[in-house]
């Protein structure tokens, strides 16, 4: 049986008061929390360790909180951060999780997450000043009815989690009239946080984080990334950063990644702290897969001997990804009609072919331009998410022009 590693970052919510108290016990987690603190402007060990619930429920206080945590525990777990590319095969993240996904997989600096999120939860922060507005956690009843009963309020299905779990959003006055009348068999429990996220009313702060990417670099990912909008690999760092910022105000699909991870065959389930939310919803979700919740250093090992046993290296790790197309999702795998042979030039955002499942056909395109050195797959052939699909000798895209 193959062994497929994946580690996950939980999103907003999952905090508590005093969870960072104690890693401050783990060598070096204190210097790295003071430099992260001073690259983001929040004190993230007074906040981890002696704020109230109320104040780290501030979202612009527990957005940076969450992503610190997760990259210093991150190097507690992986002490040489360049073995966890051998180690770990799949990443993701909940909400604003995927930014500690993202930094972790290679595409963003620590620096350059820590000012993103800080930047992110100011702006979503004011944009939920604007009107007052909520989410509530739907636990039970049929997907579909939750769905359709939620619109029909004008909520917003806002996460997905799979596992019968919903998070609906939207104004105060719709949540309390969804409340009083919920899906049959469903429960409705409101949830402690700010505002509607991941609706339309967080369009502002797309905007303004839309601005701030333009001047941020990036790079492919090292290990097969997930995205929350649809649970497909995404192995272009433009692309990675792109869907970070649109999906401050679209729903979270994590029931996708989820479903993406059992494609996979993912064996194994580390989740960084605060943990336990991911692993609950891949405990129902994903049976037969190990799971360690990292909540303490207590659990350190643990997690290694999860990882020593299934720790393999990521498909993406033998060859730098920039000389790779890979597969979005699983499907069957048809060329491009321009066919396209051995030596062939293939520009930057040509097309490759497309993925077809029952559910939908999704075109493939090289994120960078390169000469074509080897068809990895052949027409009409199974995929698998984040399988190579054709090899390229990069080229600067002016050479292809």
Same mark, same amino acid.
Request: glycine share 10%; charged share 15%.
């Given at each position: 049986?193959?062994?497929?590693?994946?580690?996950?970052?939980?999103?907003?919510?999952?905090?508590?008061?005093?969870?960072?108290?104690?890693?401050?016990?783990?060598?070096?987690?204190?210097?790295?929390?003071?430099?992260?603190?001073?690259?983001?402007?929040?004190?993230?060990?007074?906040?981890?360790?002696?704020?109230?619930?109320?104040?780290?429920?501030?979202?612009?206080?527990?957005?940076?909180?969450?992503?610190?945590?997760?990259?210093?525990?991150?190097?507690?777990?992986?002490?040489?951060?360049?073995?966890?590319?051998?180690?770990?095969?799949?990443?993701?993240?909940?909400?604003?999780?995927?930014?500690?996904?993202?930094?972790?997989?290679?595409?963003?600096?620590?620096?350059?997450?820590?000012?993103?999120?800080?930047?992110?939860?100011?702006?979503?922060?004011?944009?939920?000043?604007?009107?007052?507005?909520?989410?509530?956690?739907?636990?039970?009843?049929?997907?579909?009815?939750?769905?359709?009963?939620?619109?029909?309020?004008?909520?917003?299905?806002?996460?997905?989690?799979?596992?019968?779990?919903?998070?609906?959003?939207?104004?105060?006055?719709?949540?309390?009239?969804?409340?009083?009348?919920?899906?049959?068999?469903?429960?409705?429990?409101?949830?402690?946080?700010?505002?509607?996220?991941?609706?339309?009313?967080?369009?502002?702060?797309?905007?303004?984080?839309?601005?701030?990417?333009?001047?941020?670099?990036?790079? $492919?990912?090292?290990?097969?990334?997930?995205?929350?909008?649809?649970?497909?690999?995404?192995?272009?760092?433009?692309?990675?950063?792109?869907?970070?910022?649109?999906?401050?105000?679209?729903?979270?699909?994590?029931?996708?990644?989820?479903?993406?991870?059992?494609?996979?065959?993912?064996?194994?389930?580390?989740?960084?702290?605060?943990?336990?939310?991911?692993?609950?919803?891949?405990?129902?979700?994903?049976?037969?897969?190990?799971?360690?919740?990292?909540?303490?250093?207590?659990?350190?090992?643990?997690?290694?001997?999860?990882?020593?046993?299934?720790?393999?290296?990521?498909?993406?790790?033998?060859?730098?990804?920039?000389?790779?197309?890979?597969?979005?999702?699983?499907?069957?795998?048809?060329?491009?009609?321009?066919?396209? $042979?051995?030596?062939?030039?293939?520009?930057?955002?040509?097309?490759?072919?497309?993925?077809?499942?029952?559910?939908?056909?999704?075109?493939?395109?090289?994120?960078?331009?390169?000469?074509?050195?080897?068809?990895?797959?052949?027409?009409? $052939?199974?995929?698998?998410?984040?399988?190579?699909?054709?090899?390229?000798?990069?080229?600067?895209?002016?050479?292809?022009?």
């Amino acid at each position: 049986m193959c062994l497929v590693l994946v580690v996950v970052a939980p999103g907003q919510g999952a905090q508590a008061p005093g969870f960072l108290t104690p890693w401050l016990d783990v060598p070096g987690v204190t210097a790295r929390l003071e430099w992260l603190s001073a690259v983001s402007g929040i004190d993230l060990i007074e906040h981890g360790t002696r704020s109230d619930a109320d104040t780290i429920r501030d979202t612009a206080v527990a957005q940076p909180l969450l992503v610190g945590a997760g990259l210093v525990t991150l190097l507690a777990l992986f002490p040489h951060p360049a073995e966890a590319f051998t180690k770990v095969a799949v990443g993701a993240g909940h909400s604003v999780g995927e930014i500690t996904a993202a930094a972790a997989a290679g595409v963003l600096s620590a620096e350059q997450a820590m000012v993103f999120v800080r930047e992110r939860g100011r702006a979503m922060a004011a944009a939920s000043a604007v009107t007052p507005t909520g989410m509530s956690a739907v636990l039970g009843g049929d997907a579909d009815e939750v769905v359709s009963a939620a619109e029909a309020f004008g909520l917003t299905p806002a996460n997905i989690n799979g596992a019968g779990q919903i998070v609906v959003a939207g104004t105060l006055e719709a949540l309390a009239a969804f409340a009083d009348a919920p899906p049959d068999k469903a429960r409705v429990r409101p949830l402690q946080v700010a505002g509607a996220f991941h609706t339309a009313f967080m369009q502002p702060a797309v905007d303004v984080l839309a601005g701030y990417a333009r001047a941020i670099s990036t790079h $492919d990912p090292r290990i097969q990334l997930l995205s929350n909008a649809d649970g497909r690999v995404v192995h272009d760092g433009r692309e990675v950063l792109a869907r970070l910022v649109a999906q401050v105000s679209r729903p979270v699909r994590w029931d996708l990644c989820m479903a993406t991870m059992a494609d996979l065959g993912v064996t194994a389930l580390i989740e960084i702290p605060p943990a336990g939310t991911l692993t609950g919803l891949a405990k129902r979700a994903l049976p037969g897969v190990e799971t360690v919740a990292l909540s303490t250093p207590d659990d350190l090992d643990a997690a290694w001997a999860l990882i020593e046993r299934h720790g393999i290296p990521s498909s993406l790790d033998a060859s730098p990804t920039w000389r790779l197309v890979v597969a979005p999702m699983k499907g069957t795998f048809q060329r491009s009609a321009d066919a396209l $042979d051995i030596g062939d030039a293939l520009s930057a955002g040509g097309a490759v072919g497309v993925v077809a499942s029952l559910r939908e056909t999704v075109a493939v395109t090289a994120p960078h331009g390169g000469t074509v050195v080897e068809w990895l797959v052949e027409d009409g $052939d199974p995929v698998s998410p984040g399988q190579p699909l054709i090899r390229l000798h990069p080229a600067h895209e002016e050479a292809l022009a």
